[in-house]
């Protein structure tokens, strides 16, 4: 179980806006672009002003914003006729990409570090690389947790609102890094099953 379970309810909610997009002819791809192009460039504002404590409150405020553009892209893909193989890479690369540019900040800020924000970047988009796989040995995409996009989004979208806050980060905040590494590190492991599991069983007569 992981928060992806609770997407469908999350795009019922922005069907509306959704339709109203498709109606202003807006593409899946130009949304696509856009969250990442925005990631990129809060990423890179939080990380020169790092020494200012409120710019991390950006990043809660802009995963859930870019969690709901993620959701009308996919939306706008598949109920609009708008898929497309660029879309495709566009969807994976344009991801790993926002992720590490909103994840870097948090290096600048005791008692992260480069080195362990760094290994979370990397699994982080092994992890993607993983699900991204499926569908090269005849398999659906895999979402498997226990730490999908949606999860990594709450835990830094909550380090984020309590740096910003001005709250202390005791040295304890250290090992959420640790934990997040050893959570992907499960995810990539669980992707890779799932898909064979998936393979396996429908190669069984």
Known sequence: MTLYDLKPKFQALLRPLVAALAGARVTAN???LAAAVISVGVGAYI???SE??????????WLFLRMALNAIDGMLAREFAQRSRLGAYLNELTDVISDAALYLPFAFVAPFSLPWIGLVI???ALSEYAGALGPTIGVSRQYSGPLGKSDRAFVFGALGLWIGSGWPTPEWLFWIMPLCSILLALTVTNRVRAGLREA??????
């Open 200 to 205: 396996n069983s429908s190669a069984m007569p």
């Open 47 to 49: 990380t020169i002003n």
């Open 122 to 124: 990397f699994l982080a």
């Open 52 to 61: 200012s404590r409120w710019v991390y409150l950006l990043v809660p405020v």
């Open 30 to 32: 130009q949304v696509t």
